[in-house]
């Protein structure tokens, strides 16, 4: 049996040129733009036929390196409304709260 190779399309990279003291700080000074590039990758999810949509998140922590690859299929859909939405509604971004809940609705459909 052969195995599918899946192609993964990288969307977007965010680079941050600050040194960090943590990765605390670096994730609350950019969590708002990390979540609002993972509803990006959802809403692609919409214009395309790809499988498995990317970004990638590049900073200095603590004086090293740090990089990571976030990867999501359109069958993960589900962590919009899960681990997305709560932070938006939390900052009361309800045109965002919006976006998520109808993005929700048609991938999830």
């Known amino acids: 049996m052969e195995d599918k190779v899946v192609s993964t399309e990288l969307l977007k990279k965010l680079e941050y040129k600050t040194n960090y003291d943590s990765f605390t700080d670096f994730y609350d000074t950019n969590k708002s733009e990390i979540y609002n590039t993972i509803v990006e990758i959802f809403d692609e999810f919409r214009k395309t036929n790809k499988i498995v949509l990317s970004f990638s998140v590049e900073s200095t922590i603590g004086g090293l390196l740090w990089s990571s690859d976030f990867t ?4 993960q859909a589900f962590v919009l409304k899960r681990d997305i939405l709560p932070y938006f509604e939390q900052n009361e971004d309800y045109e ?10 048609e991938l999830i459909s």
Request: glycine content about 0%; proline content about 0%.
């Open 72 to 75: 999501f299929s359109k069958d």
């Open 96 to 105: 965002a709260c919006a976006k998520i809940i109808e993005l929700s609705k």
